[in-house]
Structure formats: C-alpha cells, structure tokens
C-alpha cells in the first residue's frame, strides 16, 4: 500500500519521487508498486535543470506523496511548476485528503447520489457512458468511490468491453488502475453499505 514519507526530503529525492509517480500515473508499463517508487535518476542531471527551485519547493510539502498522487490523479503530465505555484493543486490534495479521512461518510453521501435502480447505474446502452461514469465524469461522484464499487461489483471489464468511447473511457480507466494501489479501505464495510442500501 501506499508509503508514509514523514522523513525529511531534500529537492532531488522529491523530484525522484516526482519522476516515479508521473510514470505510474502516465505509463502502462511502469508500476510504482512493483519497483518500489525507483527510477533512473542522476543528481548531476537534476542540478543542471532550469526548474529544480521547484522540487525544493515541493520538498517542503508536509505530505509529499498524498499532494504528487492527488494531482496525478487530476492530470497524470502535470508539471511540477504548476503544482508548486497553483492554489488548485493544493485544493485537489485537499479534496483527496477529505475522502481518505473520512471515507465510510464520502462514500455513503455518493451512494445516496446513485440511481435506486442499483443495476442501472452501470449499465452500457449502446456503446454510451454508464450513469455511475457520466456521474463521476461531472464531478457528482469520487472518482475514489467508482473505484471502490468496481472492488465491489466488478464492473470495468464489462464497461471495457462495451463502452464505444476510445478517448475518455480508457484514459478514467488508466487512471483507476493506477490510483486503486494507493486507496486503503474496508471492502467488507463499503459493501455493507451498498448492500443496505440498494438490496431490500
């Protein structure tokens, strides 16, 4: 699962951490996981780019791992000048913060946003977008929580089998394959909930 970085880090460890959490985010290939967060990264190579005032800045964040996830998430070629400087990347890691600390409450307040026709919610008509994704899409649901339901139902084989869509479906795809390491949760719990919910 995720790593606590509460170790002070100087500017090259937080630009090798940056490097290692944009190619999860953006690579199919590499997985943060697997290689444990390494990269081949040179310090000489690092002091000679135009924009390491940044990764010391970055280094100073209190949660270096939560904000560089949070904004992946967002965009996965975000650069890191724009986080640094942009009051939005601090609000996306403040939005992640949220739902991780109180994930049982922002998960229950997306399942009362659902169709109380639970099958509804994920059902592909015509190669289009299911409501659960056109929710999420919009910004009516986490993307944390579409995550969470497919642990629970197992839904996105089907979705990839038979949304049309080959722009935005199998980007939001990407994106939860490679968030959901980093998602801790109790599955047995949620799905208390969804099953209380929608099954009567």
């Known amino acids: 699962m995720s790593r606590a970085f509460s170790l002070k880090m100087d500017a090259f460890d937080a630009y090798k951490l940056y490097v290692s959490l944009k190619n999860h985010f953006s690579s199919k290939s590499y997985d943060y996981f697997k290689y444990n ?22 280094s100073k964040h209190k949660d270096i791992l939560g904000f560089l996830v949070s904004n992946f998430v967002y965009n996965k070629d975000a650069w890191v000048g724009e986080m640094v400087q942009n009051e939005s990347a601090e609000d996306h890691y403040k939005k992640y913060l949220k739902f991780k600390e109180s994930i049982t409450y922002q998960f229950t307040e997306d399942i009362d946003k659902l169709n109380p026709d639970f099958n509804a919610n994920f059902e592909v008509v015509d190669g289009q977008h299911p409501e659960l994704l056109r929710k999420c899409m919009r910004g009516e649901v986490n993307i944390e929580t579409l995550i969470i339901l497919n642990d629970i139902v197992g839904f996105m084989n089907q979705w990839n089998k038979k949304i049309e869509d080959t722009a935005l479906w199998p980007d939001i795809y990407l994106r939860c394959k490679k968030y959901r390491p980093f998602i801790e949760f109790d599955k047995d719990k949620l799905k208390k909930i969804v099953v209380d919910k929608f099954v009567d």
């Open 37 to 58: 967060g390494q990269v081949r990264a040179s310090k000489d190579t690092f002091d000679r780019r135009r924009d390491k005032y940044f990764f010391h800045k970055l």
